[in-house]
Structures are given as C-alpha cells and as structure tokens.
Nanobody, 125 residues
Framework: QLRLVESGGGLVQPGGSLRLSCAISGALEDRPIAWFRQALGKEHEGISC????????YKEDSAKGRFTISRDIAKNVVYLQIFDLKPEDTALYYCARSALGGRCPGPLRNEYSFWGHGTQVTVSS
C-alpha cells in the first residue's frame, strides 16, 4: 500500500530554517515527487519536484535556493530544506507523487495522483 508521510514541520521564528521529510513506502516504481504548500484560504502552490536526480523548481525562491529539494534513495525519503523562513511561508506542506514516470510534470495539483496528509509550518515571532 502506497504511503507518503510528511514530517518536520513546526513553529519557527522568521529567519530560521526547517527540513521537511517525505517518507515513501509501498511504491513499486520510482515516480516524480513534489512538494506543495497550501496557506489558509489559498490554493495549493507547487514548490519543487524531483525525478531521479533531476530537480524542477516551480517557484522563483526555489530556483534561488531558499527552497531546496533533495532525496535519499536508500531511505526512500524526499526532503525539502527551507531557509530564511518568512511569515508568508506559513502553510500546510504536502508531498505528492506523480502517476507517470519520467520528467516532473507541471506545478498543478491535478498532475499528481497521490498525496500525503501534510505537515504544518508556522513562522512567527
């Protein structure tokens, strides 16, 4: 049974950093994995995706390195490192798995067929 379990969220002060984890189990094939977030009252927002060793950044801040996606193949975990956290980063952060192999799809929610339950990140002083 496929499962994606996010962890690592919490309350952090502005300027701090966090590393979120997405533990993947029950997957028979490798598929692109992405991180999304959803702030209260807003739509899902794609952050970054990783497929094999290839990274696709969906946000300008991801391309600048404030959000960094990586994976540990041996542990079957995908990480999202977030630096210089801001109050506007407060959101529920999800990892999601594409149904299709190959390159990362676009940053739309419906491009990903399986989702975890999310981990809350709150940035506040």
């Amino acid at each position: 049974q496929l499962r994606l379990v996010e962890s690592g969220g919490g309350l952090v002060q502005p300027g701090g950093s966090l590393r979120l984890s997405c533990a993947i189990s029950g997957a028979l094939e490798d598929r692109p994995i992405a991180w999304f977030r959803q702030a209260l009252g807003k739509e899902h927002e794609g952050i970054s995706c990783i497929s094999g060793s290839r990274v696709t950044n969906y946000k300008e801040d991801s391309a600048k390195g404030r959000f960094t996606i990586s994976r540990d193949i041996a542990k079957n975990v995908v990480y999202l490192q977030i630096f210089d956290l801001k109050p506007e980063d407060t959101a529920l952060y999800y990892c999601a798995r594409s149904a299709l192999g190959g390159r990362c799809p676009g940053p739309l929610r419906n491009e990903y067929s399986f989702w975890g339950h999310g981990t809350q990140v709150t940035v506040s002083s």
